[in-house]
């Protein structure tokens, strides 16, 4: 009941421009030009060979890891011999690597090289 009382207060309050153009000439921090700039910083995107490489090398750099076990195609317990607090790790490095946060969810999943690659490489925020 309040919050529909107190609307049309701050709506009467609120001043608009007319047009979209008009205010993107009148003010430099527009929503206009913000999300222009938020979106070109995105427009390289990582290709797929670029994330197998550096999966790769994340998993070569893990202290439990024999290095010559690495392969795109290797599972963190069956091939490498990881357990589930080392998996743990290697998904915090990957989230390090590719500037990413990972949700818990999504993460329980991560379990061998493959996965890890599919979800880094279709994140659109990987850098």
Same mark, same amino acid.
């Given at each position: 009941?309040?919050?529909?009382?107190? %609307? /049309?207060?701050? #709506?009467?309050?609120? %001043?608009?421009?007319?047009?979209?153009?008009?205010?993107?000439?009148?003010? /430099?921090?527009? !929503?206009?030009?913000? !999300?222009? %700039?938020?979106?070109?910083?995105?427009?390289?995107? !990582? &290709?797929?060979?670029? $994330? $197998?490489?550096?999966?790769?090398?994340?998993?070569?750099?893990?202290?439990?890891?024999?290095?010559?076990?690495?392969?795109?195609?290797?599972?963190?317990?069956?091939?490498?011999? #990881?357990?589930? #607090?080392? &998996?743990?790790?290697?998904?915090?490095?990957?989230?390090?690597?590719?500037?990413?946060?990972?949700?818990?969810?999504?993460?329980?999943?991560?379990?061998?090289?493959? !996965?890890?690659?599919?979800?880094?490489?279709?994140?659109?925020?990987?850098?």
């Amino acid at each position: 009941m309040a919050a529909a009382a107190l %609307r /049309p207060a701050i #709506l009467r309050h609120i %001043r608009l421009s007319p047009s979209p153009a008009v205010a993107a000439a009148s003010h /430099p921090h527009s !929503l206009e030009r913000w !999300l222009a %700039r938020a979106m070109s910083s995105h427009d390289a995107h !990582l &290709t797929r060979d670029e $994330v $197998v490489d550096r999966l790769v090398d994340v998993l070569k750099s893990h202290p439990k890891v024999d290095p010559s076990k690495v392969n795109p195609e290797a599972h963190f317990e069956k091939d490498l011999g #990881l357990d589930s #607090l080392d &998996t743990v790790e290697v998904v915090m490095a990957i989230e390090e690597e590719f500037k990413l946060e990972i949700p818990d969810q999504e993460a329980d999943k991560i379990d061998s090289l493959p !996965l890890a690659i599919d979800y880094v490489a279709n994140h659109p925020m990987a850098a």
